[in-house]
């Protein structure tokens, strides 16, 4: 989860009784979801969907993936969006979802939702229902290494940052070592051996 900063502007209507939301959602784009070794290959420009197509849409950030609260665990948080349109939407594309608010001083700023990729469609009435979830799916994928080991923890997660294309502004000792090369764990297991 990204934390963003918001104008004096939005923290007052947010408050208020009277603000009105906006929703537009931004599909697509050069960036493409890599999966297992698999880019989904979206290459479609941006086409934004505003409030008048973004029918509605959830977002779903759990604490946890089950009953207990383990520490480096990686949840997706998931989306569902439905967007009146007949244009395309590649497989697996990418869905980045803003909200804006009105108010008696006109529009807020848009503020990101998250980024979300298509894992599933249906089609009813004219409408596309998706169901999305973040790029964290990808950390399910083995863990490839082409470190020497053992190796520090830190030089570990820069690698795994760099396979999955994300930025953290996390710190690890550089003392902390992982001692052999696991050919059979997966990303998301290593960053909770990292945790």
Known sequence: MQVYSTSQKYKDYITSSNREFEVRAIVGGKDAIIYNGVSSGSTYGLVVYGS????EFTVEDMLTGGDELTIGTVIPAKLNIKIKTINPISTNAKIAP????NGPDGYTEWIPMGEFYIDSRSYSNGVWIFS?????ITTEQPYVSNLTYPVAMSDV??????????????????TFQIPYK????????MLSCIA
């Open 98 to 101: 803003q909200i804006r608010l």
């Open 157 to 174: 997660f820069k690698e795994i940052l760099d396979i999955l294309g994300i930025e953290s502004d996390a710190v690890i000792n550089s």
């Open 182 to 189: 696991d050919e059979t764990i997966s990303i998301r297991d």
């Open 132 to 136: 999305c979830i973040d790029k964290l």
């Open 52 to 55: 008048d197509e973004v029918v």
